[in-house]
């Protein structure tokens, strides 16, 4: 069993890291927005396996919060994008 | 038991994770990557929550994992939307391979209208010269693409 949970550790670690060359290499803004967006879900996936290690019940209450604030950044990303201002990709 | 089905729904949800991150990095254009980032993800985070409800076996963690759940199937397909939408009216360019795009013929990006075809036929061409252009195209052209 704790060979899995490092194991589930291991390899969202490894997303993670996929997931910040696709907001680094990103050609346009909206392929960012949607690395960002991927990031936090594995977040919310790290904070669940975290919260099983430690037998930690109140950690599921950050996970709320952080899928919360993931889709408020991205539909605001949204009509920034829709809306028009400065980009600068 | 309990502890072996727990293991592999931790690991099958980590898994789809990282499917998720590699269809973001090796996909061609930004519709792909929404393709596979979206579903992946939320197929993640669905088992990995059921993993730690199993886990700890309470009501209140079955409640907040439920909740989590639940936001997330909510949410994700309504910011894939909004974040889709707002890429195709910025411009982005599609997938060389792409063989259909059916806004395209529809949608004019000047005044930022969309024009159903349905419409078009049932009236004639009396439609077509009103529809896209002229006064409208500057007004439309200045709000939606500064």
Known sequence: MQILTHLSFAILSVSMVLCFVRMVIGPSLPDRVVALELLSMIIVGIIGIHALQSDETSFLDVAIVVALMSFLATIGFARFLERGGRRDD | ?146
């Open chain 2, 1 to 146: 038991m309990i502890e072996l089905l727990q293991g592999l729904l931790l690991l099958a949800g980590s898994l789809f994770m990282f499917v998720a991150a590699l269809g973001i990095v090796r996909l061609p254009d930004l519709l792909t990557r929404m393709h596979a980032s979206t579903k992946g993800a939320s197929l993640g985070v669905m088992l990995l929550m059921a993993g730690v409800a199993l886990h700890f076996l309470e009501e209140v963690v079955f409640a907040r994992t439920i909740a989590i759940t639940f936001f997330v199937l909510m949410t994700a397909p309504v910011a894939a939307h909004a974040i889709g939408r707002a890429g195709y009216f910025v411009g982005i360019e599609l997938w060389k391979g792409t063989s259909k795009d059916e806004l395209r013929p529809n949608y004019n990006p000047l005044s930022h209208r969309l024009h159903s075809g349905l419409k078009k036929t049932a009236r004639g061409a009396e439609t077509d010269a009103p529809n896209d252009g002229g006064s409208e195209s500057g007004k439309g052209g200045s709000d939606t693409r500064a």
